[in-house]
C-alpha cells in the first residue's frame, strides 16, 4: 500500500482540484507535478526513508511536493517558513533530512529550489519518476514536530496506515459529498491544514479554494462557492468582527468545522444567530489526528468536542492511569488505529508518553458527560495556543534567559480576544525591554514572542519551589468580546 495511491487512485483527471488566485489546477496536473517532482527528488539522491524537510509559502506546487514524497517512499517534513534560521537549523540537525526544499539554499544543505511559481532547481522537465513505490501501514510518510512540556520539538511519526485510516473516518462521519467544495485558508504545514483538510478533499475528489492565508474580506468572497470550511476559532471570530458577514455569504455552505484550540461559547453562538449554521467543533493533536467530533447529524454542543471519534477508546485519567467516573476531570488517555508511531529518535520519550497498557497521554485535561460526550478543560502543562499554533513557554524562556541582566523568565498566555491567547513574559534582571524585543526576534517565530513584557522583582514560587504561572495567569485581565 501507499497513501498516495489511495489518496489518488480515484480521481478524475480533468477534474478541478485547486483553485488558486491566478489559476486552476485540475487533480491530472497535481498528479503530473507529483512525478516530475519526484523524478527530481530521486535525482537528488533522495531514496525510500529519506527526509524532506520543506520551507516553503503555501502553494499547489508545495500539495504536489507533499504528494511527490509519498510516491517516492520519502519522508515529508513540513516547517512553518516564518521559522527564523535558529529554528530550521534545529530540525535540519534533528531530522537529518537528504534535502531542504526552500526558496533560498540552505547551509551546508542540498537545498532544491521551489519558487512560489514553480521556478527554481527542483522542477526539471527530464526527470520523471511515475511509479509508485510500495509501504506498508507503518513505514513513515510524514513527521511533524510538536514540543512537550521541555520545549524541545519532537519529530511524530505518523504512519501511511495511521493517516489513511484518519482521513477515512472523518471522510465518513462528516458526510463528504461528491459536490462538496472546500474553502481552505489554513497553512498547510500542520495537520490541520495538510492532512485533515486537503485528505478529506483528495478521497472526496472536491475542488478547494485554496487561498493564500485567512483574510476575512477574501474568505468573505469565496464562501459563496463553497461548501465545507475548515478553521482555527480565530477564522470565526474574525468573520464575526467583519459587520459585511452574514446568511449571504454562507448560501451552499454545508458545514464549518472549527479545531486547534477552543472555541468560546460566545462564539459558538454568535455565528448560529449571524447565520444559522452551527459549527462543528472537533479535538485532535498531531500525535493522534483527529480524536473526538462533535456529530453531523446529532446535537452540537457549545464548549465541548463531542464523542470519540470510531475506533478510538477514550478514557479520563488520575494520576496513576485509572480510568476516573463521568463528570470528574482528568487527563485525557487514547487509544486507537490513527495514532502515530512514535517520536524520531526518541525511543525514551516515545515510551513515557503511553501508559503501561497502551493509551497515549494526550496532556489535556478533560471531563466525560454520562453520555461519552468529552469536554476539554485546558492543558496539564503551560502550553500557549495562541491563534491556532502552539508556543512552549520553555522555549520561549530559555531564548530570553540568553540575554544579559536576566536572572529569570516566566512565559505565561495571556485571554485575548482575536487569537485566543496571545504569550506574555514576566523577566527578573536588569535589562532593557528592547533588548529582550530584539532577540526573541532574532531567534523565535514571531508568533512565539512575547506580545508584553512586564518585570518583576521575583518569579512567585510555591514552596516546592515551582513557578506558579496561575499567579501570573491571573494577573492579566479578560480579553472582552467583539461581538
Ligand atoms: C501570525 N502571527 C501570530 C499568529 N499568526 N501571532 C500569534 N499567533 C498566531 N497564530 C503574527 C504575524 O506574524 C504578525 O506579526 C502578527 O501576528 C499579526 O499578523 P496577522 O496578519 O493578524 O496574522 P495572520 O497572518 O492573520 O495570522 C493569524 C491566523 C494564523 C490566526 C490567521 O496564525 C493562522 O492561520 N493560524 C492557523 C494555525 C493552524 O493551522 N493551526 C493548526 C495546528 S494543528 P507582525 O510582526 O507582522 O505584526 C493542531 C491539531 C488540530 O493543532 O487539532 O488541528
Ligand atoms: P498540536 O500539538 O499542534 O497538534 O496541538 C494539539 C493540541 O491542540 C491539543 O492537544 C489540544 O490542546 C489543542 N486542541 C485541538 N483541538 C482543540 C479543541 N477543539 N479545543 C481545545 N483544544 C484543542
Known sequence: ???????????????????????LWTFGDIVELSSVIGGGLVAAGVGAGDRVVVVLEKSAYAVALYLACLRIGAIFVPLNPAYTASEISYFVGDAKPAVVVATEPWPDMTTLILNRNGSGTLLQADHRFDTVVDRTPTDIAALLYTSGTTGEPKGAMLTHGCL???????????????????????????????????????????????????DSDTVRDFLPSATVMMGVPTYYTRLLTNPAFGPS??????????????????????????????????????????????????????????????????????????????????????????????????????????????????????????????SLLGRSHDLIV?????????????????????????????????????????VVGDCEEAALRTHADRHLARYKQPRRYEFLDAIPRNAMGKVQKSHLRSRESDPGMFF
Open 249 to 374: 455569504d454562507c448560501v451552499n455552505m454545508r458545514l464549518f468545522i472549527s479545531g486547534s484550540a477552543p472555541l468560546s461559547e460566545a462564539a459558538f453562538f454568535a455565528f448560529r444567530s449571524r447565520t444559522g449554521h452551527t459549527i462543528l467543533e472537533r479535538y485532535g493533536m498531531t500525535e493522534a489526528g483527529m480524536i473526538c467530533s462533535n456529530p453531523y447529524d446529532g446535537e452540537r454542543l457549545a464548549g465541548t468536542v463531542g464523542f470519540p471519534l470510531p475506533r478510538y477508546l477514550l478514557r479520563v485519567a488520575d494520576g496513576h492511569d485509572q480510568a476516573l467516573p463521568a463528570g470528574e476531570v482528568g487527563i485525557l488517555q487514547i487509544q486507537g488505529p490513527s495514532l502515530f508511531g512514535g517520536y524520531w529518535k526518541r525511543p525514551e520519550q516515545t515510551a513515557e508518553s503511553f501508559t503501561s497498557d497502551g493509551y497515549f497521554r494526550t496532556g489535556d485535561l478533560a471531563r466525560s458527560d454520562t453520555d461519552g460526550r468529552i
Open 386 to 426: 495562541t491563534g491556532g499554533f502552539n508556543v512552549y513557554p520553555k522555549e520561549v524562556e530559555r531564548v530570553l534567559n540568553e540575554v544579559p541582566g536576566v536572572v529569570e523568565s516566566a512565559v505565561v498566555g495571556a485571554p485575548d480576544a482575536d487569537l485566543g491567547e496571545i504569550p506574555v513574559a514576566f
Open 164 to 214: 489513511l485510516e484518519n482521513a477515512r473516518t472523518l471522510f465518513e462521519i462528516w458526510q463528504w459529498q461528491p459536490d462538496d467544495v472546500l474553502l481552505h485558508a489554513l497553512p498547510i504545514f500542520h495537520v490541520h491544514g495538510l492532512f485533515v483538510a486537503l485528505h478529506c478533499a483528495l478521497l472526496g475528489g472536491s475542488r478547494v479554494v485554496f487561498l493564500d492565508r485567512f
Open 1 to 23: 500500500m501507499n497513501l498516495f495511491s489511495a489518496l489518488t487512485d480515484h480521481l478524475a483527471p480533468a477534474d478541478v482540484f485547486l483553485e488558486t488566485s491566478d489559476r
